[in-house]
């Protein structure tokens, strides 16, 4: 555990679930944590700070459970770091997909019948996702195109392929697994339509 005694931490709106799981109560929360009056943000490794941070990626369910764990680290209560496993078996209840990608054996099936579909990618943080998926990342001859909303893209209808677009974090939600359970759910249909899931 970081020695946190009346350390004021800030954080993110999009972070805020990860300190809640992590079971951080005493915490503030605003979009540009340089305006707080705080000793310490904790928010996503895109974002920039001048203050003393720690980092964290929530683009991939192991992305998600790694964060619980560095930030659990600045909770007194030492009982999360021990209980990890049973908060994250409890919290992945009732949300199938994150059910799929969480456990290792049904994972490593899914991967590896993703890797025989190719996907040209567009983003760092779909990037992370589809590498999470096991898909075959390629440049040229495609199956799908997968790229961000903020990003616009027109097919070519010369060429076969599909265009999978999935939400950023201002379109979707705050909750990191619910983010991350609709852009799975996204993915996996391009399995779906392959024949393949």
């Excluded at 350390?7 to 915490?27: N, Q, Y």
């Excluded at 964290?56 to 964060?67: G, R, V």
């Excluded at 490593?108 to 779909?126: A, G, P, T, W």
């Amino acid at each position: 555990m970081k020695n946190c005694d009346k350390m004021i931490i800030v954080t993110t709106p999009m972070c805020k679930k990860i300190l809640e799981l992590s079971g951080i109560k005493d915490f503030k929360i605003n979009t540009n944590p340089d305006n707080e009056k705080a000793d310490f943000a904790i928010l996503l490794s895109e974002n920039k700070t001048n203050l003393p941070s720690l980092a964290i990626k929530l683009n991939t369910f192991s992305q998600i459970k790694e964060s619980i764990k560095k930030v659990s680290q600045y909770n007194e209560d030492t009982r999360i770091a021990t209980d990890l496993e049973d908060i994250l078996i409890n919290l992945y209840n009732g949300f199938d997909v994150t059910t799929r990608w969480t456990y290792k054996y049904k994972k490593n099936h899914l991967k590896k019948i993703n890797s025989e579909i190719r996907v040209k990618v567009y983003s760092k943080f779909i990037r992370d996702i589809v590498e999470d998926m096991g898909f075959n990342i390629v440049n040229e001859k495609y199956d799908n195109i997968i790229f961000p909303d903020y990003l616009h893209i027109k097919k070519d209808d010369s060429v076969n392929y599909e265009l999978v677009e999935l939400p950023t974090h201002k379109n979707t939600s705050l909750d990191p697994i619910k983010r991350a359970e609709l852009r799975y759910s996204i993915l996996e249909k391009i399995a779906n339509k392959n024949k393949k899931f």
